[in-house]
């Protein structure tokens, strides 16, 4: 399986890559970064790209493609509405274009977060531009696949390029247990959101295409993939 990711130098990137390398079906893992990261693996191949509002030149380095993991998102916290929608609207539309390109059979993954407004219409600006996002994917000639954790737990060393994240999630780590017995529907792991992400591309878009925290876990348990319900 060829994979591309987007966003490898976030939390949830790392630990979709993380995924990615631990799992036989994943042969060729392609990262498009603006800076080269820190990591050889023979399985692993880094393009430096810096215009992420045009991907087109990429489109050779995409055949073969069978998914592609879209992990890359900013907070809301200080942006406008309309720098907001100029990261996570524009920039995945623009990957996804690229990506749509190589055929109907490809996976589209898509992390957008629970909470997210699919009427396009609700008060938070954050939660509709998610939903915008959402829906023109799900609109799209590919198999989408669009997944809204709740409560995310680093794993593997997954660290979170946001300090204010950083700080929230060291200082709740010891919580994360209880939390999740309490609300496992609300709760899952960069873990299980890496194997997740590789279980929906065998999928062949069937199933639900709008995936929460417990759906996520299902699919991402060790012990194997099962099918969202």
């Known amino acids: ?10 939390m949830v990137g790392q630990g979709v ?7 036989e079906r994943v042969t060729e893992v392609v990262l498009v970064v603006r800076a080269p990261l820190g990591l050889s693996d023979p399985e692993v ?3 430096v790209h810096q215009d992420f ?6 489109q050779g380095e995409f055949t073969g493609l069978d998914a592609c993991f879209f992990c890359l998102g900013v907070s809301a916290a200080g942006l406008s509405e309309e720098e907001y929608v100029s990261v996570t609207h524009d920039v995945t539309l623009a990957a996804a274009r690229v990506v749509a390109a190589a055929g109907p059979s490809v996976t589209f993954t898509y992390v957008s977060g629970e909470g997210t407004d699919s009427t396009e219409a609700g008060r938070s600006f954050w939660a509709r531009v998610k939903g915008r996002t959402e829906n023109e994917l799900l609109a799209m000639d590919f198999h989408a696949y669009m997944f809204r954790p709740g409560y995310i737990r680093p794993m593997h060393g997954a660290v979170s390029r946001t300090a204010w994240y950083r700080w929230m999630y060291r200082a709740s780590s010891w919580l994360y247990p209880v939390l999740h017995r309490l609300a496992p ?3 899952t792991t960069t ?8 279980a929906v591309v065998g999928l062949g878009g069937t199933g639900p295409t709008v995936l929460d925290s417990r759906d996520i876990n ?4 060790p012990e194997g993939p ?3 319900g």
């Open 17 to 23: 890559v993380h995924a990615c390398l631990r799992d």
């Open 226 to 228: 099962g099918r969202p």
């Open 191 to 198: 873990d299980a959101l890496g194997r997740a992400m590789i």
């Open 1 to 10: 399986m060829k994979v591309v990711v987007f966003g490898a130098s976030g």
């Open 53 to 58: 509002t045009d991907f087109a030149s990429l």
């Open 185 to 187: 529907g609300h709760t």
């Open 45 to 47: 191949r880094q393009i």
């Open 218 to 221: 299902r699919l991402g348990a």
